[in-house]
């Protein structure tokens, strides 16, 4: 492995630590609460965003589940082909975009407010089209991905994930969720085991 190659893995790192304290700085206590309560008490929640966002946005789906929040993650494509009859009034839906201008979401924001389901975005472009078009928007901060040409979409990914896993951290607070609620359905793996230890 050349030198540069091994600088350059090691640079990785810091560049996607920069990325999640710079989303850190510019956290919006408001919004944050707004959309930690909504999530915390809304029927149903649904998830969505395109490549490495919808991915994470995914796993925040998942999340949600895990601490008892039903949710399922929407595919743009999908969602404007039937799958948005997930929600209803009073629901939330959940979109991450870095740029807030991914075109295949904005089909699915206009269902969400003629349904009257709460949006909620996560997005670096306060300014932008899918912005205007939330109830609430989540700031985060991308200082630079992490290859040479900053295209891939990594530090980018990372930050995303850090808002995501701070709302789950801000839900599992407000609703007094109990480890022993994770224990029942997350019985498997060495986790599973861990949880239930003083059961066998």
């Not at 799958?83 to 209803?88: D, E, N, R």
């Not at 969400?112 to 389901?117: N, S």
């Not at 949006?119 to 300014?127: D, M, Y």
Request: with cysteine; hydrophobic share 40%.
């Amino acid at each position: 492995m050349k030198h540069e190659t091994k600088e350059r893995i090691l640079a990785a790192f810091t560049i996607e630590s920069d990325s999640i304290l710079a989303t850190r700085d510019v956290f919006d206590p408001e919004a944050f609460e707004k959309a930690v309560d909504i999530l915390s008490t809304v029927p149903r929640i649904g998830t969505t965003g395109c490549g490495h966002s919808g991915i994470a946005c995914m796993h925040f789906a998942h999340s949600l589940c895990c601490v008892e929040r039903p949710a399922r993650f929407l595919s743009p494509a999908e969602a404007v082909h039937g799958a948005s009859g997930f929600l209803k009034k009073g629901d939330a839906l959940v979109w991450a975009s870095r740029g807030g201008k991914t075109d295949e979401l904005f089909g699915i924001l206009d269902i969400c407010h003629t349904k009257e389901v709460t949006v909620i975005g996560v997005t670096e472009n306060l300014s932008s089209p899918l912005a205007a078009k939330s109830h609430i928007v989540l700031p985060m901060k991308v200082t630079s991905e992490t290859d040479r040409y900053n295209s891939q979409g990594t530090s980018s990914f990372t930050a995303l994930a850090a808002v995501f896993d701070a709302l789950q951290t801000g839900i599992i607070e407000e609703t007094g969720y109990q480890n022993e609620q994770f224990a029942l359905i997350h019985p498997g793996g060495a986790v599973g085991k861990r949880l239930n230890k003083s059961d066998s």
